[in-house]
Structure formats: structure tokens, C-alpha cells
């Protein structure tokens, strides 16, 4: 048998004109994502919300008699694609912005991170009935003009099926926060009223609670015929939302596009908004300067003067909770013996130049160097603390003081035989390894040695059991941008609670610090339960403090997430918690 | 023949065995898709042990592998940790079809790959045919003329082409071809994406989109593959049956392109045997870059996310396509080389 050459052009001509005819059919094939809403959309001090906080002022109230009037686009670029739009199955920031846009949350917060209602009629409080006394039930009034983008009403009974699904053994969730360990159970009251039962008072209940809500029409059939929503339709076109945009197309790995949704309380102004995946930085820097982009999401500070210098790009910064960190391992079991001498971490911080190394290396006025670990997270920030200062020739005294000389002349400090060499690790990223180098010099000239050890991401993050570098106490500085768990929430105090040390015997523990101050655990347990926010800000402010005088947490710099916006692209005011929250107000010349 | 093809499709069995066991071995090391799920906070270590309960991560990995290769619909899970399995699974495996879901969307693998691999092969299918087309005109006119100032000026302009990288070529095609030719006021190309989505997915379109990935892909290829061409045409051009055919008084182009380019281009069709399977792969570099929804970003998404249950898919598919295309490579040998006889 031999291939006569008709036939083999034949074959190639088929493959050619399959793939072609085969792209040309996948266009109107929509497989979108969603995303979990972040467990960041956690608001600070305002775990216990104002009372009936009014919408924002902007946020136009519809005038029923007037149609709707859409027009223009808005096109976004991300740089990572969301992996899913269900947000019970991603905890992708990616996949979180988009719920603003077509499924709201009970509340949203504002450019000033304040909370107002969305879903709800009005935030709950201890004075308009919505917060117990004892702070363990939180009624939730829903707004009776808010329908599904169906014209469905949207009811207390799609609350609680989002509750019985997020903790349903059927459903392969991300995350179970914080209805698992703090939710006793939700009731629909009646059709406009949920009510939430928690086992104690839960201070971030504002930033945590029902910050999405799935519709219950919808997706109950699913369950109920396939036994899980881990592989329902809805989960990547999810057609069906709550918000000014109703989801239309997702074409993977391109885009995804939202129309607007007259049926949303303030109906937005734009026709549609586009998000496009574009997964190369420079690629995206390429298309926000040739104006193919309006929105830049997740931008990289080396970018900042770039894009600004071109005269039709405007980039702002919204604090989503994030400090590039400094987290000192104080575990007697692991860490290096100077570590656990206060006056030694203390040398280490003013033995660091941070402030010239956000002059040469970031942008000081976008990434100042910050204090303490809730510097971004609004509301939370103590003034009152300044950043260690740069002073090389105290940090030279007090390790003379502590006993780390160099004794052996090798030109590195010794005490009792042990040289003073610190292993400082971080990720792979390129800028942090820049900053290592800096510091191994500035630390090298008072006499410190380092390690530096770059790990992968995964590797870096795994947990005790499966060896991750942290969790094992395998180095003595590690270095990362941190938030706390919900932002603009401010808990985070897994992270340093006595009970909390990973080791053996608890090797799921989220301290991987092994720093242990019960003073500290006595403050941190006082805020879980503290609603009042005037209140847990005071103690915040103690918390902070007994942190920056223990030295085992150095502030880098500020990390606040980056947007560019396009001069054909109006009224876009961000926020931290919730960015896209003034959707509906964009305009767009496109 | 027939029985030369049924033994070589007996013999790619246990080679796809040995092959998946290997990759599978290797996934082991590509790090812990619980660590971070893409969030910028990683999850609870709770929600960790949780997770890997109830996607089987916590068995052991020959276990695994017995999952991914048969299925667990045969065993009970523990979806509730209370360590009694009452639950059925549902994976069917690979051997009764099923590549098994991705960690990271949820989707089953087969799913994913139909939705890329049109792009790609669309990319890489019309990158190939510029290739082709180009190496062959380059290489047969720089062998012809070989020697002479436009061969030389040929030779170093492969070299140069040659020499580039792609990510440095894609990058600069881009800034010049879409953002300074809009400034300049000419016309400019898009930036990303296979097509504009508030224009649609129009030929035009489309066409439009893949100028620059195409040229990215077919100059650094047109360049190496030319010099392969050229080479071989010279050794052919010396030999006596061409003489022999321009004795004969046979008129110069067919003596070239009839009887010298048939010989020559045998070692070429090594070359494009052995670029077909990679179709399939995509391009991963391009493809990033110029956002082009295809198999290889896809490849290096999942990379990211430690999505082994994708990778297994997609390079499973690939070590198919290579065995299947070595064989048909070796079929054009005899197509192209009467005297080549596969028996």
C-alpha cells in the first residue's frame, strides 16, 4: 500500500480547513468561571457596621419611569484567567473581581472601604435589630426590589441553600469559612429575612457573611440530580446573577463579557463590560499603551512610571491588605539561637536600609516602607508607630551588647562557638531576590551572615506534613507580601497564637512563627468577639504594639494592589475590598 | 505494509504504558496543588486536609495512578471525614475514556483540550505552512545561487533569525506593529487574543490576530529550516542523475524541483514529522504572550497550579500523536523513496 499524493494533500487540506472550520465554531461557546468571592472582602474596623448605612451617594437611585439606557464598553485585561465562577470553588482575586458585576453580595464597600448594603436593605447593626446583644445572631433584611437577573425573586431561602451547599459533604469547596467554625445554622425568618446563628460573637462577621449568594432555582435541580454542584453548568456559565451585569460568554483563555442587566436596582450606564486574559505582563503593558485595554488589573510597580509617562494611562492603588514582610522565625526548636534575643531582631531591622531599598528598587511613593502588618488594611494602621529606622551603628552596638562578636575574625559574628548565619528565604520572584542580595551585603558589612534560599511557590506555602519550608521552621527571616485572612478585616491572629504552632503534634497549626505571648493570644481572643469597632481598633492598637516592641514582625513595604485606567474610562472609583463596587456608574467614549 | 502499521500500533501499548508511568512518576515532584489554589492567602490547613480527602490527594501515589488508569468508580470515598467510605467514585479512568477533571476548574480534562486544540492546530497548522513554503523557496533559491552576494546576505539573515528569542521577537512585534504603529498614525495590529470579542470571531478578525504570532513562529523556523534545505539541495544538485537529467537536455526548473527537491527534502520531512505531534502542544511561549487560547498556555497554566490531572491529558495526548505521527513519517519515506521499503 502507498499514499498516492492526491490523498495526502487531501489529508492536509482536511486537518487545515478542520481547524479552521473547528476555531470558527468555538466563538459563541461560553464555559465561564466564577469566582469565589475572597474571603478578603472583610471590612476593619467595621465588623460592626453602621447603622443603616445609607447606598453610597453616586450609586443613582433608578427612576422607575425611565427605561434603561446602555451604552458604550469597558474592556479589562487579567493577567491570570479565573479558574472557575462558582465562587464556592475558586479563592481566585481574579475570579472575585468579576463577582461584582453580576453577583453581588448582601453588602459591598466603598472607594473609603465602607461597607453599604447591596442585597440587603441595610447593613445590620445593634440599633437598627440586626446584631444581638450578645452578638451571636445576625438578621439580615433583604431588600424586597432585588430580583434575580431572571426576574426571579431573590429570597432568604437562596441564603440558606448557599449556607446547606457551602457545607454539604457532596459539594468539593474551597472553603468552608467562616460558616464552619463560627455558623451554627441559617433560617429564612421569612422570604426578606435571613437569620444567621453563630456559636460566638464573630467580629469579622460584616466581611465574611454571604458575600455572595447562589440562586437557589437555579442550581437545587442540579444537586438534586447529580448529587454535588462540583461539575453544574452554572459553575463556568453562570447566566443567572444578581447584579448590575448578567454573565454572557466565557471563552476560555480569551475573554469573558457581561451586558448590562436592567433588572438590577441601579441599572448600569455601560452597554457591556469585556474582561480579556492576558496572561504576559509585558504583554499586557503592551495593550494598555496601545489602548486595547481600559483596566489593567494586578499591575507590577516596575510598570508604574511606564505607564504614567504615557501621558493616557492614570494608575491608582487600592489597599487590599498587603505588606511585603519580613516574618522572623522565633521558634527555640528551629530557629537560629540569635533569634530568639529581642535585641538581636531588633539589630536585623536597623541593620536594613528598606527605605533605600524602596527608592532604588520599587516606587517610595506607591510602596512606602510600613510599620506594622495592618499598615493597608484601612482603618487598622497605628499612626502612632513608625517604621524601624536605618541605623547601622546602633544595630552594631546592640549585637555587641547580646554577645555576637566576632571572635574567630572571620569577619561573621560568633557567640559560643555558633556563627552568626541566618537563613533568609523567600519565592522565586525576581525583585525579592534583588532585595536578598541588597541585604546579605548591608548585613555582611556589620558582620551577619546569610543563607538565601529561593523556594517555589508551592514548595514555599506547603504545610508541616508535606515539609513546607515555613511550616518546618526551616529558615529564620522569610520574606513575602501578607494580608490578613479577609481584608479590610484585620484577623489574622492564627498566625501568632500560642495554640497555633505548627509542629508534630498540631501540624496543621498556622503558626509558623513559633512565637508564643500570651498577652498577645489574651488580646487577640479579645477582638474575635469584640463588635464595636471603636472598640477592636483600641485593641488593635495594643496588639501592634507588643508585636513592634518584640520585634518579630518587620514591615518592607506597603503592597497596595495596582490598576491602570484608561483616560476613555470615567467615574471608575476602586476600592480595596471590593474594586469593581461603582460598576454600574461607568462610562465609557468606546 | 499492513501488517508492518498493525505491529507498530501493538508495539505503542506498553510504550504509552511505560510512558504514563513515568509522567506520572514526574507529577509527583511538580509541587502540591492544595498549597495555594491561586488565592493570594493560601487556604487553612484545615481546609487543606479537608480538600485532599475528598479529591483523593491524601492516597498514596501508585494509588493514584490506579485511579487515574482505571477509575475508583469500583471504591468508596470518605467525602465526610468520619473515616467510614460510603461515597461511590466518580472517575471512570483513562482506560474506559475518562482523562479525569481538573484540580483547578473542575472540568474534565477531554472537555478542556477540545475547547484548545482547535486554536492551536489553527496556529500552528498555518505557522507550519508559512514554514514549509518559505523554507523550501529560501533554501532551494539560496542552494541555486549559492555562494553568490544573495546567498550570503540569506545565509546571515538565518543566522540572525535564527538567533532570536522568541519571547524578545514576539515583545518587540508587538511594540512596534501595535503600539507605535498606532501612534505613528499607520496601521497597527492588535495586541492580544485570537480576536476581538466586542467585534467577534470574524475571519478577518482572526486573521488579523494571528500575523504576529505566525511570524513569531515561522521566522525563527524559517530560518534554521532553510539552511537544512539548502544543505541537502547542494548534496543533491552534485550528484550524477542530475547531471545526467540536464544531459538529457530536461529543462532546469524541472531538473530542481522535480528531481533534485524530491531527494532532498527527505531529511526536511524528518524535520516536520518530527513538529507535527507538537501541533498539538501548542506554542508555549507565543501562545502566552499573545494570549492566544491555545494548548500550550493552557500547558503552562496548569504547569502553575500543579494541575497534574490537565498535564497527564495533555501529554498523554501528545506521546499518542507522536507514535501515531512517527508512523505515518515513516510511511512518507516510502512514498517519497521507492527504494525504502518498510517490510
Known amino acids: 500500500m502507498r499514499l498516492q499524493k492526491s490523498s495526502l494533500w487531501s489529508v492536509v487540506s482536511t486537518l487545515v480547513a478542520g481547524a479552521l472550520l473547528a476555531s470558527a465554531c468555538t466563538g459563541a461557546t461560553a464555559t465561564p468561571a466564577a469566582t469565589e468571592v475572597p474571603a478578603n472582602t472583610q471590612s476593619p474596623a467595621n465588623t460592626q457596621a453602621p447603622a443603616n448605612t445609607p447606598a453610597p451617594a453616586d450609586t443613582v437611585a433608578p427612576d422607575p419611569t425611565a427605561g434603561p439606557d446602555f451604552s458604550g464598553s469597558a474592556t479589562i485585561t487579567f493577567v491570570q484567567e479565573p479558574d472557575n465562577l462558582n465562587p464556592l470553588y475558586t479563592t481566585m482575586w481574579f475570579s472575585a473581581l468579576t463577582t461584582q458585576f453580576w453577583l453581588k453580595g448582601v453588602w459591598s464597600f466603598d472607594d473609603q472601604s465602607q461597607p453599604y448594603p447591596e442585597l440587603a436593605a441595610e447593613i445590620p447593626s445593634a440599633e437598627n435589630g440586626g446584631v444581638s446583644e450578645d452578638g451571636q445572631t445576625i438578621t439580615i433584611r433583604l431588600n424586597p426590589d432585588v430580583t434575580w437577573s431572571d426576574g426571579e425573586p431573590l429570597t432568604a431561602d437562596d441564603f440558606v441553600f448557599t449556607y446547606d451547599m457551602v457545607m454539604s459533604d457532596q459539594n468539593i469547596v474551597l472553603s468552608r469559612a467562616p460558616y464552619e467554625d463560627y455558623v451554627t445554622s441559617v433560617e429564612a425568618a421569612d422570604p426578606q429575612t435571613v437569620v444567621v446563628h453563630m456559636n460566638s460573637s464573630y467580629a469579622a462577621w460584616l466581611t465574611t457573611l454571604f458575600t455572595v449568594v447562589l440562586p437557589k432555582h437555579i442550581l437545587e435541580p442540579v444537586f438534586a440530580a447529580e448529587g454535588t454542584l462540583d461539575n453544574a453548568e452554572w459553575n463556568r456559565a453562570p447566566t443567572v446573577g444578581v447584579g448590575p451585569f448578567v454573565f454572557t460568554e466565557w471563552e476560555p483563555q480569551s475573554h469573558m463579557i457581561f451586558t448590562a442587566n436592567a433588572t438590577w436596582i441601579r441599572p448600569p450606564k455601560l452597554e457591556q463590560i469585556v474582561v480579556r486574559m492576558s496572561p504576559d505582563d509585558a504583554a499586557q503593558e503592551a495593550a494598555i499603551l496601545a489602548g486595547d485595554t481600559q483596566i489593567g488589573a494586578f499591575l507590577d510597580a516596575s510598570q508604574v512610571a511606564r505607564l504614567e509617562a504615557d501621558g493616557t494611562v492614570q494608575v491608582a492603588g487600592t489597599p487590599g491588605g498587603f505588606d511585603e514582610s519580613w516574618f522572623l522565625n522565633v521558634n527555640p526548636d528551629t530557629a537560629h539561637p540569635a533569634m530568639l534575643d529581642v535585641n538581636v531582631r531588633m539589630a ?71 556563627e552568626l548565619v541566618l537563613r533568609y528565604i523567600t519565592n522565586e520572584r525576581e525583585l525579592r531576590k534583588n532585595v536578598q542580595a541588597v541585604v546579605q551585603q548591608e548585613w555582611a558589612a556589620l558582620g551577619i551572615g546569610t543563607e538565601l534560599v529561593n523556594h517555589s511557590a508551592d514548595i514555599f506555602w506547603n504545610d508541616f506534613t508535606n515539609g513546607g519550608p515555613q511550616a518546618k521552621g526551616e529558615y529564620d527571616i522569610a520574606q513575602y507580601s501578607s494580608s490578613p485572612l479577609g481584608p479590610p478585616d484585620p484577623e489574622a491572629s492564627d498566625g501568632w497564637r500560642c495554640n497555633q504552632i505548627a509542629n508534630a503534634d498540631k501540624p496543621d497549626g498556622a503558626n509558623w512563627q513559633g512565637y508564643c505571648n500570651p498577652d498577645l493570644d489574651a488580646l487577640f481572643d479579645q477582638q474575635a468577639v469584640t463588635a464595636d469597632p471603636t472598640a477592636r481598633k483600641a485593641i488593635y492598637k495594643d496588639i501592634q504594639q507588643v508585636m513592634y516592641d518584640d520585634v518579630i514582625y518587620i514591615g518592607m513595604w506597603k503592597d497596595p494592589d495596582l490598576w491602570s485606567i484608561h483616560e476613555t474610562l470615567h467615574n471608575v472609583r476602586l476600592s480595596g475590598p471590593t474594586p469593581f463596587w461603582n460598576a454600574a456608574e461607568w462610562t465609557s467614549d468606546k | 505494509m499492513i ?44 481546609e487543606k486536609a479537608r480538600l485532599r480527602r475528598m479529591l483523593g490527594l491524601d492516597q498514596p501515589a501508585y494509588m493514584q495512578y490506579v485511579v487515574w488508569l482505571i477509575g475508583n468508580d469500583w471504591l468508596k470515598l470518605d467525602m465526610d471525614g468520619d473515616g467510614v467510605r460510603e461515597t461511590p467514585g466518580p472517575r471512570r479512568g483513562i482506560l474506559r475514556g475518562d482523562l479525569g477533571n481538573s484540580l483547578v476548574t473542575r472540568q474534565p480534562v477531554v472537555t478542556m483540550i477540545a475547547e484548545r486544540l482547535p486554536n492551536t492546530l489553527l496556529l500552528m497548522v498555518t505557522a507550519e505552512v508559512v514554514i514549509i513554503v518559505f523554507s523550501l523557496l529560501i533554501g532551494v533559491y539560496s542552494a541555486i545561487k549559492r555562494y553568490t552576494p544573495v546567498d550570503n546576505v540569506i545565509t546571515a539573515g538565518a543566522f540572525v533569525g535564527f538567533s532570536m528569542p522568541v519571547f524578545w521577537l514576539a515583545l518587540m512585534m508587538m511594540y512596534l506593529f501595535a503600539v507605535n504603529f498606532k501612534r505613528w498614525g499607520l496601521p497597527y495590529l492588535p495586541t492580544i487574543g485570537m480576536y476581538d470579542p466586542a467585534v467577534g470571531q470574524t475571519l478577518g478578525e482572526v486573521v488579523r490576530h494571528m500575523v504576529m504570532p505566525v511570524a513569531t513562529l515561522s521566522i525563527i523556523s524559517v530560518a534554521g529550516y532553510s539552511r537544512y534545505v539548502r544543505a541537502s539541495m547542494i548534496e543533491v544538485l552534485h550528484q550524477d542523475y542530475i547531471r545526467t537529467a540536464r544531459a538529457k537536455g530536461v529543462r532546469e526548473w524541472l531538473v530542481v524541483y522535480r528531481h533534485a527537491l524530491k531527494n532532498a527534502s527527505l531529511p526536511f520531512v524528518t524535520l516536520i514529522g518530527l513538529d507535527i505531534p507538537f501541533f498539538l502542544a501548542g506554542a508555549v511561549v507565543t501562545e502566552q504572550i499573545f494570549g492566544w487560547p491555545g494548548m500550550g498556555r493552557m500547558f503552562i497554566d496548569h504547569t502553575n497550579r500543579s494541575d497534574f490531572p490537565v498535564l497527564m491529558g495533555i501529554l498523554m495526548f501528545i506521546a499518542l500523536a507522536v507514535v501515531v505521527v512517527q508512523l505515518l513519517t515513516d510511511v512518507t519515506y516510502s512514498f517519497l523513496d521507492p527504494r525504502i521499503r518498510l517490510n
Open chain 2, 3 to 46: 501488517v508492518y502499521i498493525v505491529r507498530r500500533l501493538l508495539q505503542a501499548v506498553p510504550q504509552l504504558v511505560i510512558i504514563s508511568i513515568v509522567l506520572f512518576a514526574l507529577m509527583q515532584a511538580i509541587g502540591d496543588p492544595i498549597s495555594t489554589l491561586g488565592a493570594r492567602v493560601p487556604p487553612r490547613p484545615e
Open chain 1, 348 to 418: 536585623l531591622a536597623l541593620a536594613t536600609d528598606r527605605f533605600t531599598i524602596v527608592q532604588d528598587l520599587l516606587d517610595a511613593e506607591i510602596n512606602p516602607v510600613n510599620a506594622t502588618f495592618w499598615d493597608n488594611t484601612p482603618g487598622y494602621a497605628t499612626e502612632t508607630l513608625e517604621p524601624y529606622p536605618y541605623d547601622p551603628a546602633e544595630a552594631a552596638r546592640l549585637l555587641d551588647a547580646a554577645g555576637w562578636v566576632d571572635s574567630n575574625g572571620d569577619g561573621t559574628r560568633d557567640k559560643d562557638g555558633v
